[in-house]
């Protein structure tokens, strides 16, 4: 596609319940990140993926969360038994190469009440 | 652990005034990048600066990377009202990790 493109757009969910984030990267791009940001903070690195493999995931908050890539294209992170405390927008985006441009998804606003 | 400290985190001017942001890391990056970001979309990169030492202008914007390739600063001049925006800069390692700064809240007043 012509850029990142993350589903929903806006989730609102109840505590306890299990949600999924997609992330469609640009076409491509071998490597591909999540990141978490709160209100006006800045962005909490959470895993990186570098084809389907995840060199890096130390950035995860817990084991309630998990993300996979198939195919070296999409992804999906998973938030298992969601705390109110997981409210945040998450945000993916994708880069060709080392010392590129990291292209933003518009992120993925998650309230859980 | 990779860490980027970005200050000020929060800062009001008024328009035509001129300001510094800093980025500092204890650890060395293979590329420094700033991107800036408005409310309800992801960042979008201003500059990536790969050489210790290099310097790069983007009209009113100058940035820099320290010699060891552990720091930089973002020098905007004559800011403007439209320059209002969260300003963050995020450190790429050789592993290919991108790790982000805590931003920094810029509000420029007319």
């Known amino acids: 596609g012509a850029g990142v493109s993350q589903s929903p757009s806006n989730k609102v969910t109840e505590k306890g319940k299990d949600v999924e984030l997609r992330c469609d990267p640009i076409?491509?791009?071998?490597?591909l990140y999540w990141y978490r940001q709160s209100l006006g903070q800045g962005l909490e690195f959470l895993i990186y993926?570098?084809?389907?493999?995840?060199?890096?995931k130390s950035g995860l908050p817990s084991d309630r969360f998990s993300a996979e890539r198939t195919g070296g294209s999409v992804s999906t992170l998973t938030i298992q038994r969601t705390q109110q405390e997981d409210s945040a927008v998450y945000l993916c985006?994708?880069?060709?190469?080392?010392?590129?441009?990291?292209?933003f998804g518009q992120g993925t606003r998650l309230t859980v009440v | 652990t990779q860490l980027l400290e970005q200050s000020p985190q929060f800062l009001s001017i008024q328009e035509g005034e001129n300001l510094t942001v800093y980025c500092n890391s204890s650890s060395v990056f293979s590329s420094l990048q700033w991107y800036r970001q408005e409310p309800g979309e992801g960042p979008v990169l201003l500059v990536t600066v790969v050489t210790g030492g290099e310097v790069k202008k983007l009209k009113r914007l100058t940035f820099q990377f320290g010699d060891a390739r552990k720091d930089s600063s973002l020098h905007i001049t004559a800011a403007q009202p439209g320059d209002t925006g969260l300003y963050l800069c995020?450190?790429?390692?050789?592993?290919?990790?991108?790790?982000f700064g805590q931003g920094t809240e810029l509000s420029v007043k007319p």
């Open positions: 076409s491509g791009h071998t490597a």
């Open positions: 985006a994708s880069r060709e190469g080392r010392n590129t441009e990291a292209f």
């Open positions: 993926f570098q084809g389907n493999s995840a060199p890096d």
């Open positions: 995020a450190g790429g390692s050789q592993g290919g990790k991108l790790i």
